[in-house]
């Protein structure tokens, strides 16, 4: 099925994976042949990062093209507390989304696989196909509770598998409707928490892991940041998640071996999807994106986890790099690397611009900005070669030279400093240069990229360094509390609080 300006999208997404975990990417210790044939067929983008290191928000990011000061979600979706939740809730209502706006344009839509940006009952507004798993924090890769437009019921089994095959029905059910259709397909897995990576259960490539000496990954001591945040999320999470993993995990061998056998998991239902298209005969007629929500530290810089791992917050390499593969046969000339900065957040007016719709969010202006130029040879005025994100109190610019973290420094009892690391001198961001008075110009210049581009990029309800709330949760409430007073707390709408 051709259609001019109706390509087929496909968007793979994996759950907590920083890029230089595929062999495509440089790891000589992990097995990935899906994933590196796909990258020698389409482009890969070697400096891609995400736009906040936590799950739920690079997910919002990805659907609608804003950063967390824009559409609200600052945290993880904390589904702990979803009976307090209002009825039918959804992060995004209200905002513009990719599945929405594709819909409105004709196409069969489907989120199959991990939501976690509401209520996993209930379809978000955009979806034709729903088929996703009840616990956005995953908690086993084999034992799931799923709803399948509206139907809820328990699955035995690899998640990957099973929404590799749902995804793969779906396609196969809109070629028969001759329609062209968007897949958005976030496997929840590599993840790399416990208890799913603890599972006694192995995977069919557990094997290949089972000697693996793990090298690719660094043994460091645990670091002062990951201590200050596990102290203070057991002081202020009021209980229900076991924190302590974060500080047990690094350097723990059975982790990281089940952490790379999960990541060969993915490769495989990459290749499923790839070998489906190829047998419908719509691989040429496919935008097929793959990449993360966000990346993930496994003991790089002494800690395990997202970027709120440590206190302060920190958007190092580990926790902010993520992979970006495009393929499409008819504009993309195989084989690419691109060395650009570009975000995952730019996926969306990517797709965007492929499929001719508008790009657009009302009065607010996207940060998004669309691959497709360097996607086909013709970058133009690209613009600045710089990426920003944000975790709460951190907000973070990088440059091909410089990685800047900014700190809010306005909550009282929380003294927290910047950072500034030369990142093609010190690309393990280990010396930080941010109080070095030779490099203060430095400093000087990207605070003030930092500070205008904020200033333009922000929905004063969701901007948390000028008294905003987050949307249902931030990891950081008493830290807020102490900045804007007791009155402070998270929302569910900014019209009704």
């Known amino acids: 099925m051709t259609v001019p300006n109706r390509p087929n999208i496909v968007l793979i997404f994996t759950d907590n994976q920083q890029a230089s975990t595929l062999a495509c990417y440089g790891n000589s210790e992990i097995h990935t042949p899906n994933l590196d044939c796909l990258a020698s067929q389409g482009m890969l983008f070697e400096n891609a990062f995400c736009p906040n290191a936590f799950c739920s928000p690079c997910r919002a990011s990805v659907l609608t093209g804003l950063l967390p000061s ?25 905002l513009r989304t990719l599945p929405g706006t594709l819909r409105d344009a004709g196409y069969a839509t489907a989120l199959v696989g991990k939501y976690h940006l509401g209520d996993p009952t209930s379809a978000m507004e955009g979806f034709d196909y729903w088929c996703t798993m009840a616990d956005g924090h995953v908690r086993s890769f084999y034992h799931n509770r799923i709803t399948e437009n509206g139907d809820t019921y328990d699955h035995e089994g690899h998640t990957v598998d099973f929404f590799s095959r749902k995804g793969i029905d779906f396609m196969e059910r809109t070629v028969a409707a001759d329609q062209p259709f968007f897949l958005y397909l976030p496997f929840p897995a590599p993840y790399g928490h416990w208890p799913a990576t603890k599972e006694d259960v192995w995977c069919r490539y557990s094997d290949l892991y089972a000697d693996c000496p793990m090298e690719s990954v660094p043994r460091e001591g645990l670091s002062k940041g990951s201590i200050d945040a596990f102290l203070l999320r057991q002081k202020y999470s009021g209980g229900g998640l076991d924190y302590s993993m974060t500080l047990r995990a690094p350097n723990d061998l059975p982790t990281l071996r089940n952490y790379y056998a999960q990541i060969s998991m993915v490769d495989d239902g990459v290749g499923q999807i790839t070998a489906a298209l190829d047998r419908l005969s719509l691989a040429e007629d496919t935008i097929l994106v793959f990449t993360a929500d ?7 810089h002494g800690f395990w986890g997202h970027g709120a791992a440590t206190f302060p917050a920190n958007l190092h390499h580990a926790a902010h790099s993520v992979p970006l593969i495009v393929r499409h046969s008819p504009s993309v000339e195989a084989g690419q690397r691109c060395k650009v900065m570009v975000s995952n957040m730019d996926v969306f007016s990517t797709i965007l611009d492929y499929t001719g719709q ?21 970058p133009g ?69 930092l500070t205008e581009y904020f200033a333009i990029h922000v929905r004063p309800e969701a901007d948390l360094w000028n008294g905003g709330a987050p949307l249902q949760h931030s990891e950081r409430n008493e830290f807020w509390r102490d900045a804007w007073g007791e009155d402070w707390q998270p929302v569910y709408d900014y019209e009704g609080g």
């Open 70 to 94: 824009q559409h609200g979600v600052h945290s993880w979706i904390d589904d702990r507390n979803m009976q307090e939740w209002p009825q039918n809730w959804h992060a995004l209502a209200g």
């Open 381 to 449: 005025d690209w613009g600045e070669d710089a990426v920003y994100s944000e975790q709460e109190e951190t907000r973070v610019v990088r440059t091909p030279k410089w990685a800047y973290f900014k700190r809010f420094g306005k909550a009282p009892g929380h003294p927290i400093g910047d950072e500034l690391y030369d990142v093609e001198a010190d690309p393990c961001e280990t010396t930080n240069l941010a109080n070095n008075l030779t490099h203060a110009h430095i400093r000087d210049r990207l605070d003030t990229l």
């Open 294 to 300: 966000h990346g993930l530290s496994v003991g790089q």
């Open 358 to 378: 508008p790009n657009d969010q009302g009065d607010m202006v996207i940060p998004s900005r669309s691959l497709k130029p360097l996607l086909t040879g013709d």
